[in-house]
């Protein structure tokens, strides 16, 4: 299994991923009017997914690959690899200390209490 892991990891292109039988959840839990918009709102998330990971494949290290593919060597869906890698090291939605930029410019009035940063411990 690692074996395979590192194979995905190491190639030019994103997994294929079957998009129609992801997207055909998404009509369970909701109205039968509104399946189809859906089903195709899915379909239009996932081809925008994967467009921008062909676009950025080789831009990810093999280490953030190999840590967003499933178990089974192949992600969930495309979606939901795109924002793993996103969020690995690197990626546009990391928070190393380097990437932090202050919320606000200098001299700019404070924050109101809702939109102050949260701390991620207690």
């Known amino acids: 299994m690692i074996a395979a892991l590192a ?12 998009m129609a039988a992801i997207c055909k959840d998404a009509q369970a839990t909701v109205l039968p009017e509104d399946r189809q918009a859906a089903y ?6 996932e081809q925008n997914a994967r467009d921008k990971l062909k ?7 093999a280490a953030a ?3 967003c593919v499933g178990d089974g060597g192949v992600a969930q869906s495309y979606v939901e690899l795109w924002t793993c890698l996103e969020m690995q090291p690197g990626g ?3 928070l190393q200390s380097s990437d932090r930029e202050p ?14 940063p949260r701390g991620t411990g207690p």
């Open 40 to 45: 195709d709102g899915c379909v239009l998330d």
């Open 92 to 94: 546009s939605l990391s």
């Open 65 to 67: 690959r190999s840590a």
């Open 7 to 18: 194979l995905i990891a190491l190639t030019s292109a994103p997994p294929a991923i079957d």
């Open 103 to 116: 919320i606000s410019p200098p001299g700019s009035p404070p924050l109101p209490p809702h939109a102050q």
């Open 55 to 61: 676009a950025k494949w080789g831009h990810y290290s």
